[in-house]
């Protein structure tokens, strides 16, 4: 079981290993955008402090980051997606979803 901090609350939750942090946003009652829950619509991107606290991402996930224009590295996650190791301590910003458009990067405003 790793510790996970939300910013910028500062609110901290319990993250079993393997929990998605949207999960784990959830059960702890912290707000959080998201829509689709399944990797489709892209409005669940946080920015983590340690990439290694979360598994490491699938294609899918890549794709629509890359599709947004956002970061691939791990640094940004889907947290619909990113799936805590329960290994190691970590913040997730998710004032960071304020700053894009799931929108951003299409042309025709559909994912
Ligand atoms: S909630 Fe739709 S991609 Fe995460």
Known sequence: ???ITF????QTAEALPDQKILVTARKNKIEIRFGCASCRCGT???KVSDPT???PMKPDEETLLARMKLPTSGIVRLACQARATGAVDTSVDISFQDTYSPDDGDEDGSL
């Open 1 to 3: 079981m790793s510790k």
């Open 7 to 10: 910013l910028p609350g500062q």
């Open 44 to 46: 669940c991107g946080v």
């Open 53 to 55: 606290a979360f598994a």
